[in-house]
């Protein structure tokens, strides 16, 4: 029995097995899995990089969530961790038709610490193969220079 | 005589052409249905499938499976 996750697939999907045997005249047996996966809640970007930012500033990207499927998606909660870090321009509930889109605003404040940050945003559905699908966020906090040096 | 070397090269043909391959005592690895195409699935839906390896001949087959 042969099972792949299909979570971080947005295309086609092809996994070769390899059998190695002991048949004198087929020492190896290749056996092909193939499948096109479809992303009926696609969320775009994948990952969202804030780049460089100064600390204790503030910053703000989108999300895009779309239904490429062929009935109702219902997101039943948008939550970010940190909190402390990251939080959300809106957190309630919606219902996204098929083809339909609606943006995310994602908000980062940056705090006092240097280096870089790492956090998610994560979207729970009421789709019965993806109950949550996560997104990195990330950011490289640079120290804020003196106004005196 | 000549009935006798006609009579024994046949037999020696089929000793040498058939025999080896079916006295052999060797495993014989058929794949049965090689390649899958599973078509269209939802993301997060997990991918599953059965592959039979057949064994058709008269010795023990041996096997290692190694994804890729």
Redesign the interface.
């Known amino acids: 029995m042969v099972r792949i996750s299909t979570r971080s697939y947005t295309s086609q999907v092809l996994k070769q097995i390899r059998v190695e045997t002991n048949d004198p005249e087929a020492g190896l047996v290749t056996f092909t899995l193939k499948a096109q996966v479809v992303e009926i809640l696609k969320v775009a970007p994948r990952l969202v990089n804030f780049g460089k930012i100064l600390q204790n500033q503030t910053s703000v990207r989108e999300l895009v969530c779309e239904n490429q499927g062929k009935d109702p998606v219902r997101v039943l909660s948008v939550e970010t961790r940190p909190p402390t870090l990251l939080s959300l321009g809106g957190q309630e509930p919606f219902v996204l038709k098929p083809g339909q889109s609606r943006a995310i605003v994602v908000k980062l404040s940056s705090g006092s610490s240097e280096g870089y940050v790492h956090g998610y945003v994560r979207l729970k559905t009421d789709l019965e193969f993806l109950p949550e699908k996560i997104v990195r966020v990330r950011a490289d906090v640079k120290k804020k220079q003196d106004p005196g040096q | 005589m000549k009935r006798f070397l006609v009579s024994g090269g046949i037999l020696a043909f089929f000793v040498l052409v058939f025999l080896p391959q079916h006295s052999l005592c060797?495993?014989?690895?058929v794949?049965q249905g090689?390649?899958?195409?599973?078509?269209?699935?939802?993301?997060?839906?997990?991918?599953?499938?059965?592959?039979l390896?057949k064994n058709a001949?008269d010795e023990p087959?041996?096997?290692?499976?190694?994804?890729?």
Not at chain 2, 26 to 29: E, N
Not at chain 2, 34 to 51: C, M, R, S, Y
């Open positions: 060797a495993p014989r690895a794949p090689p390649v899958f195409d599973a078509g269209e699935i939802p993301q997060g839906k997990d991918l599953t499938h059965e592959f390896l001949g087959l041996v096997f290692k499976a190694r994804p890729c």
